[in-house]
């Protein structure tokens, strides 16, 4: 399964970015294999609106299946629900203790919005 996980770096052992649409980097993780690539978010980190809009358009077009962030806002929620990514919550912690809390089946699919829009 592919799986996109908000960081604040380009590694497995980087702390998960809390902010989804201005989160620094995306770790698109395939959970079968291990394997990873991190993809920037520079753009949409510094963009002055829309930024968890584009965000969950790019996460989409990454094909993920799911994203695991700390928090997501209502407009970038909408969009991922639209495109059937499932959103998990799961707070702070590395991307590969996020992923690996994902996999065990610890981290409960969030079903709404959990913050405003323009939540920094």
């Not at 294999?33 to 969950?56: D, M, P």
């Not at 809390?101 to 699919?109: I, M, Q, S, V």
Request: net charge positive; hydrophobic share 35%.
């Amino acid at each position: 399964m592919k799986t996109v996980v908000t960081a604040q770096g380009q590694y497995l052992d980087s702390l998960v970015d809390l902010r989804f649409g201005r989160c620094s980097w995306f770790i698109v993780a395939d959970t079968k294999t291990g394997r990873f690539k991190a993809v920037s978010n520079e753009k949409n980190y510094e963009s002055s609106q829309g930024a968890g809009i584009q965000a969950a358009n790019n996460v989409t077009r990454l094909g993920a299946q799911s994203v695991i962030t700390g928090h997501c806002g209502p407009k970038a929620f909408r969009v991922l629900q639209a495109a059937g990514i499932k959103v998990y919550s799961g707070g702070g912690g590395t991307v590969a203790e996020m992923l690996d809390r994902f996999k065990k089946g610890d981290l409960k699919e969030t079903e709404t919005a959990d913050v405003e829009g323009h939540w920094a």
